[in-house]
């Protein structure tokens, strides 16, 4: 196969067997047609590329200024592509096998406090310039906070999922793959207030022989629903009305807070793991410094060694034997 289709091919792959998310096949993609730029840059393809030529790619991306976190993404994409070039047969080897990447860098996730989170969602019912918009980011902020959604999946909604009032939310994750969340009463009463809105909006198209959104959450926007950055732009706009710092809040600081705040009241891992759709318990357990922090607490102010009679360290000098 001509080394222009590697690319297509392994993402077709990727789509096909493995039920790889959009985004991710962008991303490869992306990352892929650059690896293949400079290696056309250095007189070379991905049929004769060496593992020398890999590393040099890898110090290249280095000298750009890339973050760790895109190197090994980037090493990783071409690791994968080698592997499927190895089992398809266009290659005897993998040049990229042996190769470290620069690992990621392990950093805790930015999170709110339960009082952030409350201002925040003070804010959305505050904001907007109609009824119509204001019930609808009480509905956004209800629902993301109250499910820990990615902003991919709670923009994307279909109406269906939130018939009937729901108690569980269905939602579909990266790779298509299911998963069903708990409603808060809050999230519901939010929800239902948004369908009977939406649901008149909606009518009133019909009517006007106009064609009928599928999403809870419809818009005009080229994907027929509410954009990822629009959203993102709304939740800046419901911090800086909040008086929360707009450099702290995202979407997916919502999704980190609503992990760390049902870890901290008792929640357990695995539990969370799969309200966030982790495929591995691994991610989530980024979570734990919330656990250690309230057990850290627990102990400090429960145990009988750390009373405020105790001496110096927290520790009293036992009595002698009478």
């Known amino acids: 196969m001509a080394t222009n289709q590697w690319i297509s091919a392994f993402l077709e792959a990727q789509a096909a067997e493995l039920g790889a998310a959009r985004n991710t096949l962008l991303a490869y993609g992306r990352d892929l047609r650059d690896y293949e730029s400079w290696l056309a840059s250095n007189e070379t393809c991905f049929d004769s590329a060496a593992k020398s030529d890999v590393e040099t790619y890898m110090v290249h991306c280095d000298d750009q200024g890339f973050s760790k976190a895109t190197r090994a993404r980037r090493l990783s994409a071409i690791k994968q592509l080698y592997r499927f070039a190895f089992e398809e047969g266009w290659r005897s080897d993998n040049p990229a096998i042996q190769i470290s990447g620069p690992g990621r860098a392990k950093k805790l996730p930015k999170t709110l406090s339960e009082s952030e989170v409350d201002r925040l969602l003070e804010a959305a019912r505050a904001s907007g310039r109609s009824e119509q918009e204001r019930v609808r980011n009480t509905c956004l902020m209800e629902l993301l906070y109250a499910t820990g959604m990615r902003v991919s999946e709670l923009v994307s909604l279909p109406v269906s999922a939130a018939r009937g009032d729901p108690r569980m939310l269905l939602i579909r994750g990266k790779g ?147």
């Open 176 to 322: 298509g793959k299911e998963r069903m969340v708990p409603l808060s009463p809050p999230a519901r009463e939010a929800l239902a207030e948004w369908l009977k809105l939406r649901d008149a909006l909606e009518e009133k198209r019909r009517l006007e022989g106009k064609p009928v959104s599928k999403f809870l959450f419809a818009s005009r926007s080229a994907a027929g629903h509410l954009t990822r950055h629009r959203f993102y732009l709304l939740i800046k706009e419901f911090a800086v009305a909040s008086d929360v710092s707009p450099g702290k809040v995202t979407p997916h600081t919502l999704r980190h807070a609503f992990a760390t705040h049902l870890l901290a009241n008792g929640a357990d891992l695995r539990s969370i793991q799969t309200l966030l759709g982790h495929a591995d318990v691994a991610t989530t357990e980024i979570y734990t410094h919330v656990l250690e922090a309230r057990l850290s607490d627990l102990v400090l102010n429960h145990h009988p060694l750390a009373k405020d009679d105790a001496t110096t360290h927290g520790l009293k000098k036992p009595a002698k034997d009478a």
